[in-house]
């Protein structure tokens, strides 16, 4: 693991876990982060627990562990769940080292995590959550590693972005570097490119409606065309940030899916 991090440390006022990382990149530079992380109030060394991974969109934290914490729901799925401060679209930038985000949370994340805490090993206990961006993410990840994550949930993503409007918007020009690089972790190509791994059981879940209302439901269309399973619900209105009315049920959902012995 090319980083080193500090012991994890409970802020009380909050009940979350943080962490300082530092992460040692290729051509030499440093990237200080922090990773925050909740466990469940009857946490057991002993036990095996999945994780998921809390993919912030707009970069820094978000409030995203803050709004878990309040819903209990880390306690009523007795799952870990991780905030890396990360944020965006997390791909591997060909230019930037500094931007290989999806790097950064395989090689360093999930390996820091699995070491120190008590955790279902492989892709059965590696789960993602995101939501605009980083439901994008989410999706973009589990695709291009099917062995590495098993079940992703994404909530109101740009999901039906054509392949030319890697133009700068929303910072997804510096994340990716090139046109072909972002057609490579399109979620829609990515699909087509490779459905072999997700159609023997349903592993994707696909929500929203606001912002990106026609874009979820444009990508549940092209699953099922692929014969993909997965979970949908358009159903779900509410304003486009973290939000209890989506949190809630993408969560059910996403642990709700696969067969897990702890």
């Not at 030499?28 to 999945?50: A, V």
């Not at 590495?148 to 570097?177: C, I």
Request: charged share 20%; aromatic share 10%; net charge negative.
């Amino acid at each position: 693991m090319n980083a080193s991090a500090d012991d994890f440390v409970l802020d009380q006022d909050r009940g979350i876990w943080t962490t300082n990382v530092t992460w040692h990149l290729p051509d030499g530079r440093q990237q200080l982060r922090q990773i925050e992380m909740l466990l469940p109030d009857t946490y057991q060394p002993d036990r095996r627990y999945r994780v998921v991974y809390v993919l912030s969109a707009n970069g820094g934290l978000d409030r995203c562990l803050e709004v878990i914490r309040q819903m209990r729901a880390h306690d009523r799925h007795q799952v870990i769940c991780v905030a890396p401060e990360l944020g965006g679209w997390y791909g591997n930038s060909l230019t930037d080292p500094g931007e290989r985000r999806a790097d950064y949370l395989m090689q360093v994340v999930v390996p820091l995590i699995e070491q120190r805490l008590s955790t279902v090993p492989g892709p059965e206990g590696r789960l993602l959550l995101g939501f605009s961006k980083s439901g994008w993410g989410a999706l973009s990840l589990i695709l291009l590693n099917p062995a590495v994550f098993g079940y992703a949930s994404s909530w109101d993503a740009p999901l039906s972005w054509s392949t030319e409007e890697m133009d700068g918007r929303f910072n997804s020009g510096r994340q990716y570097g090139s046109l072909e690089n972002y057609q490579r972790h399109h979620p829609v190509l990515a699909a087509r490119r490779d459905p072999e791994p997700f159609r023997h059981r349903a592993r994707l879940v696909v929500l929203g409606r606001s912002v990106w209302h026609q874009d979820n439901r444009f990508y549940h269309e092209v699953l099922t065309d692929l014969g993909i399973p997965h979970h949908f619900d358009d159903d779900l209105c509410f304003p486009h940030d973290w939000h209890p009315g989506w949190v809630g049920p993408a969560l059910e959902a996403l642990v709700g899916l696969g067969v897990c012995k702890q």
